[in-house]
């Protein structure tokens, strides 16, 4: 069964200081790992999608990689705004594996 | 991307009750989907809507409580049938030109009293 933990549960950061989320993964084949913002109220918001393992993609303060089993979401020197919920979902690779979401970490950053 | 609206954005019904909650895009999309976000939860995938067909359910998840209606590639509805207060949830509806990639609207809050 395709399964997504996230970790930790919160962490709260002052502003600046560097860390990373851990995404990790149990899934028959990956077809995609899915990183996603969410605000309190608001739906989620699309960031990336990595495909193989050893794939990077970075988006302003986000970097995000990928490996056979966990993936992480590096912040560096974040900001008030980069508070939020962040959400890491997978896809298996049969064409009827639907997407299983983690229940995500909820990142504070003080100012 | 695509730019997503739902209605209502929050509504606070009686038990036994229905609420119907729609999702409208602003372009043609494939895949339309229904999701639940339960209290400090992450997300469920209640169903995919298709276009001219009945809506494929996930395990857990029946047409005759979540009856879901797609009449065309860019609008879509969700019941949400005799309601209980295990029914308060935030409901999503998303969408994506492939599977791999969705987005999602903002969101309707329902509370069951």
């Known amino acids: 069964e395709d399964q997504v933990t996230q970790s930790p549960e919160a962490l709260r950061l002052q502003e600046g200081e560097s860390s990373s989320l851990n995404c990790s993964y149990t899934v028959s084949g990956l077809r995609g790992l899915f990183w996603y913002r969410q605000d309190p109220g608001k739906g989620p918001e699309f960031l990336f999608t990595?495909?193989?393992a050893g794939e990077e993609k970075e988006k302003e303060r986000l970097k995000a990689t990928l490996t056979k089993k966990e993936s992480f979401l590096h912040i560096t020197a974040p900001k008030p705004e980069d508070s939020a919920t962040y959400l890491c979902a997978v896809q298996g690779s049969s064409s009827a594996s639907k997407i299983i979401f983690g229940s995500g970490t909820r990142l504070s950053i003080r100012p | 991307s695509a730019v997503i609206s739902q209605k209502p954005s929050r509504d606070i019904c009686q038990r036994g009750t229905s609420l119907t909650i729609q999702c409208q895009v602003d372009s043609q999309v494939t895949m339309m989907f229904w999701y639940r976000q339960q209290p400090g939860q992450s997300l469920t995938l209640i169903a995919t809507?298709?276009?001219?067909?009945?809506?494929?359910?996930e395990s857990g998840f029946v047409i005759d409580k979540f009856p879901i209606s797609r009449p065309n590639l860019t609008f879509s509805t969700l019941t949400v049938s005799n309601m209980s207060p295990e029914d308060s949830s935030i409901y999503l509806c998303s969408v994506g030109l492939t599977r791999e990639e969705q987005f999602f609207g903002p969101g309707t809050r329902l509370t069951v009293l």
């Open positions: 990595l495909y193989s």
């Open positions: 809507a298709n276009q001219g067909s009945e809506a494929t359910y």
